[in-house]
């Protein structure tokens, strides 16, 4: 995170004077310790860039010539540095060459103060530096609390798209059994009728109802009739392998089947293999008058969809083909086929 200082009458900011003669870093101290500044010093280019690693300095007046390592060396480390890259430098020599002024911009110095000193001049300069310099750390700390402000815009836009697309699954879905529900039925089937109708390509549509089931309910309670439904579309769920067929709750205690691209024959070994498969699970029901276990009966109809056909006359085929198998005694299949 970037840090910026915001400075005040008592500290104007922190500034580093590197210099091997001491006269100068004796003058030069005077003169900003006298109006606010906070000052430390060297006489040593490696401390100096030890230092403004340790503690940034908010300006650095560097002079050119000096023992071990000159300024120029000094400059070029502090600027391939991260945390000193961005730290100002005023170069402060003797030398008043236009061909040591120009090197010294080059190496990365924001300005040059010739000796011997003037103060008014120091002053302005470092001011000046130090005032572009306040004003650069403060964009650099806008920029970045943008940026942050626009990753919590995007996590946040993020979460509601994600928090949208569980409600629209959830509208969708029967709270129960956790299969479609009745209106994801509806918009399905009209999709796979219009598709079908341009591939002429047939459909088949499976109504299954739990034999007897408000008998169940009132001799065993509506908890154990909620599981009883769970286990039933847990079975067809295993049944129902195709990506484009659809299981969903009709209603009550009916589940209906769109097979996608099913014929007759596809659609009646399915049917047969559902109401085995539930049969199987051995649900007890004492109160059946079919059987001692939970049973289905299923309507199955198969069509060519035309889009001069309502999907609701289809369901209603389906639905007497349903009422039938349980008006001839139950736990049995009864179909239409209008291919």
Excluded at 226 to 231: A, G, P
Excluded at 243 to 263: C, K, M, Q
Aim: proline content about 3%; charged content about 25%; glycine content about 4%.
């Amino acid at each position: 995170m970037p840090l910026s200082r915001y400075y005040n009458h008592e500290n104007l900011g922190l500034i580093l004077i590197v210099d091997d003669n001491p006269d100068n870093l004796r003058l030069l101290s005077k003169m900003l310790e006298s109006k606010g500044f906070k000052v430390k010093k060297t006489v040593s280019g490696k401390v100096a860039i030890q230092a403004s690693k340790i503690e940034p300095p908010d300006l650095i007046l560097l002079d050119i010539n000096m023992p071990e390592i000159n300024g120029y060396e000094v400059c070029r480390q502090l600027k391939d540095q991260e945390e000193t890259v961005n730290i100002p430098i005023i170069f402060i020599s003797a030398l008043d060459q236009i061909v040591d002024k120009v090197k010294a911009f080059e190496m990365g110095g924001v300005d040059y103060i010739t000796k011997p000193f003037q103060e008014l001049e120091v002053l302005a300069r470092v001011k000046s530096q130090l005032r572009l310099y306040q004003q650069q750390q403060q964009l650099i700390e806008q920029n970045y609390q943008l940026q942050e402000e626009i990753k919590v815009r995007r996590r946040m836009e993020e979460a509601l798209l994600s928090a949208n697309q569980q409600l629209q699954l959830f509208a969708l879905l029967d709270g129960l059994t956790g299969v479609a529900n009745r209106r994801k039925f509806d918009d399905y089937l009209n999709l796979e009728w219009q598709r079908l109708a341009r591939e002429k390509l047939p459909l088949s549509l499976l109504l299954c109802d739990v034999d007897f089931f408000k008998n169940y309910n009132d001799t065993y309670g509506h908890l154990m009739g909620d599981y009883c439904l769970q286990q039933i579309a847990k079975t067809l769920r295993l049944l129902i392998k195709r990506p484009a067929d659809l299981l969903a709750r009709y209603g009550g205690e009916e589940f209906v089947i769109i097979l996608s691209n099913t014929d007759f024959h596809g659609a009646i070994y399915l049917a047969e293999e559902i109401r085995q498969e539930v049969y199987n699970l051995k649900i007890t029901h004492a109160k059946s008058r079919v059987d001692n276990f939970v049973t289905l009966s299923i309507g199955v109809a198969t069509i060519f969809p035309n889009l001069e056909i309502a999907t609701n006359s289809f369901i209603e085929i389906v639905d007497k083909a349903l009422y039938a198998a349980k008006a001839q005694g139950r736990n049995r299949i009864v179909s239409e086929n209008l291919t």
